[in-house]
């Protein structure tokens, strides 16, 4: 980070803010906030969105130096994070102690914190997203009031899916469960049976996603079992992790994308490569190290949620787009599914959801690809991804979330002034 200048993980999001806080307790979470009235603050995490929601020319709270975990009870599974924690981190200290999360993503290098405010999630057709792992929050109002909110209050509900937009979450109380582990089957199919079977194939083992290198004609499917931690199982040897992880998937991955971004006219026989040296692997591993993937080549990415019951047609459209685009596609498109929840800005709200992300290599022309592909998932009733880029607005929006204005109203109540809104918020949300 150049002093002064915040960026993203992608590097397409700068700020300078006037002043940064480095918060060691909920007083000096306070006491930021006191500062910074007149302003604005905005908290920021590990600076894993895509879009410019941690961005701010006024007062920036940096919540990497507010981390642990400060209750854990082994016998209700109930734990209390500070919110800087990385996911990382807390995976690893919940298995300390026998302990793990229903569900995560496929990256885990987000706050816990920054995590929930966006809507991150993992795939499971009968699981939700880590929001609704959280059973209480506790945050710092505009006011400077340090308050604590569960289940059943309105600011709880407003603010498990919040964006930062209510307030400073100073920690996450979390529902764990008990450690466990997962048998996972990773291996190439073609891609016309995967998609001629999208009703049954996320329903064949607990968690189910799939990769589609644009061009090429296999997908990438991985199917994760859980069964019990103590269950013989077999990790990846660290050799073979290396080559296919760390060699393949990052460094030869990374030059491939490189190379056709500087010649776009390779891109579309360097698809199918990609896609034509898919292997198959299974292995068993604890939950968290199979969830989690290391990701070192820099993408930006665009996620929309869709009725389950659409996903094969937007899958048509996207089919059907990417051979017209002008600027060839350089990363894989990856499709997950969600049981329905009841988060007021959850993605998943009140129906069973498919998850399908785009993605461009960074610096590669992406904007007629997002705009096209954004189009296509919001005539099917999609939601975007609240860290993830996207065109609609709050107007667009809010028709397509039955409790958003009843966030607004909240978002109102504790924050009249809006301190803690920036221009981003303010066109998905409305002036705060």
């Given amino acids: 980070?150049?002093?002064?200048?915040?960026?993203?993980?992608?590097?397409?999001?700068?700020?300078?803010?006037?002043?940064?806080?480095?918060?060691?307790?909920v007083d000096d979470v306070v006491a930021a906030v006191h500062a910074a009235r007149g302003s604005h603050l905005r908290p920021r995490g590990s600076g894993h969105s895509f879009t410019p929601l941690a961005a701010t020319g006024g007062h920036a709270l940096d919540l990497r130096g507010w981390t642990g975990i400060e209750a854990l009870d082994t016998t209700t599974g109930r734990v209390r994070v500070r919110s800087g924690t990385t996911l990382r981190a807390l995976n690893a200290a919940l298995d300390a102690h026998g302990l793990a999360l229903e569900n995560l993503g496929d990256i885990d290098v987000q706050t816990i914190s920054g995590a929930v405010a966006t809507g991150t999630h993992g795939t499971g057709a009968r699981l939700g997203g880590l929001a609704t792992q959280v059973v209480a929050l506790d945050l710092v109002l505009a006011d400077g009031t340090a308050v604590a909110c569960s289940a059943g209050e309105e600011l709880f509900e407003a603010a498990r899916v919040g964006l930062g937009a209510l307030g400073v979450v100073t920690h996450v109380t979390l529902q764990c469960v008990p450690a466990f582990a997962l048998r996972a089957s990773e291996r190439p199919e073609p891609l016309e049976d995967v998609l001629g079977n999208l009703d049954g194939l996320f329903d064949e083992a607990d968690h189910v996603e799939f990769y589609w290198f644009p061009y090429g004609a296999q997908a990438l499917v991985k199917r994760n079992h859980r069964v019990p931690v103590a269950e013989a199982l077999a990790p990846l040897h660290p050799v073979r992790r290396f080559v296919e992880y760390d060699l393949v998937e990052n460094a030869a991955f990374g030059t491939l994308c490189r190379i056709g971004r500087a010649?776009?006219?390779?891109?579309?026989?360097?698809?199918?490569?990609?896609?034509?040296?898919?292997?198959?692997?299974?292995?068993?591993?604890?939950?968290?190290?199979?969830?989690?993937?290391?990701?070192?080549?820099?993408?930006?990415?665009?996620?929309?949620?869709?009725?389950?019951?659409?996903?094969?047609?937007?899958?048509?459209?996207?089919?059907?787009?990417?051979?017209?685009?002008?600027?060839?596609?350089?990363?894989?498109?990856?499709?997950?599914?969600?049981?329905?929840?009841?988060?007021?800005?959850?993605?998943a709200h009140g129906r069973d959801t498919a998850y399908v992300a785009i993605h461009q290599y960074v610096g590669a022309p992406r904007a007629e690809?997002?705009?096209?592909?954004?189009?296509?998932?919001?005539?099917?009733?999609?939601r975007p991804h609240w860290g993830k880029e996207h065109h609609l607005d709050a107007a667009a929006l809010a028709p397509r979330y039955p409790r958003f204005d009843d966030v607004r109203r909240v978002r109102r109540d504790v924050d009249p002034a809006g301190l803690f809104t920036n221009e981003h918020l303010d066109r998905v949300l409305g002036p705060g």
Avoid: C, K, Q
């Fill in 1 to 25: 980070m150049a002093r002064g200048v915040w960026r993203n993980w992608a590097g397409t999001v700068a700020a300078t803010p006037a002043r940064v806080h480095h918060p060691r307790s």
């Fill in 263 to 347: 010649l776009p006219r390779t891109a579309v026989p360097l698809g199918r490569l990609a896609s034509g040296v898919l292997s198959a692997r299974e292995y068993g591993d604890r939950s968290h190290r199979v969830f989690a993937t290391t990701r070192r080549v820099r993408f930006v990415e665009s996620e929309w949620a869709v009725p389950r019951s659409r996903l094969a047609g937007v899958l048509d459209e996207l089919r059907a787009l990417v051979p017209r685009l002008e600027h060839p596609v350089l990363f894989p498109v990856e499709v997950r599914v969600a049981a329905a929840d009841d988060v007021w800005l959850s993605t």
């Fill in 369 to 382: 690809y997002f705009a096209a592909f954004g189009a296509i998932a919001a005539a099917a009733g999609g």
